[in-house]
T-cell receptor
């Protein structure tokens, strides 16, 4: 079956760095998306990886290893506004997005 | 760019009534729109994929006669929850794909919170 695994909750300190991991098992693969979702709001797009390696976008970076079925989202210089859920979604061979349950990130001062 | 709007943002209705939710792509044409449902503290659940000018494709377990989807134009899709019941109370979110390629990013609307009394 198709499956996405990511931690349920993580806690980090303002100004620090945090890495949110995601492992996936899909029928075929057409890329890995990361979305940010604040409580009570819709998700907003953060990144898309389809090739192995690290993609950096400001304070946020996303990494993909296709051979390991693994991705991570790296957040640097954490700010209180980064407190949100982070959703990992893999696109399968039918171009369907398979969503993880999300990782709730709590930032403490 | 890539702004998606949804209306209304909040709906409270009585059991047995029908509710229509609109999803609009404001600055691009969306050949494909998606409707999701999200229960508290759970992940997004895809309900259906809507292509302009054709019938929607529903996910397994989603009743097509209960959740009517109309994608009448390249910028508008509607979801009608017919004869709503309390168990239909949820956060409904639409998304739209910016381009013709299926790997294009989905951009989400702000969501509609439905409460059925």
């Amino acid at each position: 079956g198709q499956n996405i695994d990511q931690p349920t909750e993580m806690t980090a300190t303002e100004g620090a760095i945090v890495q949110i991991n995601c492992t996936y098992q899909t029928s075929g693969f057409n890329g890995l998306f990361w979305y940010q979702q604040h409580a009570g709001e819709a998700p907003t797009f953060l990144s898309y990886n389809v090739l192995d390696g690290l993609e950096e976008k400001g304070r946020f970076s996303s990494f993909l290893s296709r051979s390991k079925g693994y991705s991570y989202l790296l957040l640097k210089e954490l700010q209180m506004k980064d407190s949100a859920s982070y959703l990992c979604a893999a696109m399968d061979s039918n171009y369907q997005l398979i969503w993880g349950a999300g990782t709730k990130l709590i930032i403490k001062p | 760019g890539a702004v998606v709007s949804q209306h209304p943002s909040w709906v409270i209705c009585k059991s047995g009534t029908s509710v229509k939710i609109e999803c609009r792509s404001l600055d691009f044409q969306a050949t494909t729109m998606f409707w999701y449902r999200q229960f508290p503290k759970q992940s997004l659940m895809l309900m259906a994929t809507s292509n302009e000018g054709s019938k929607a494709t529903y996910e397994q377990g989603v009743e097509k006669d209960k959740f009517l989807i109309n994608h009448a134009s390249l910028t508008l899709s509607t979801l009608t929850v017919t004869s709503a019941h309390p168990e239909d109370s949820s956060f409904y979110i639409c998304s739209a794909r910016t381009g013709g390629s299926p790997v294009e990013t989905q951009y989400f609307g702000p969501g509609t919170r439905l409460l059925v009394l």
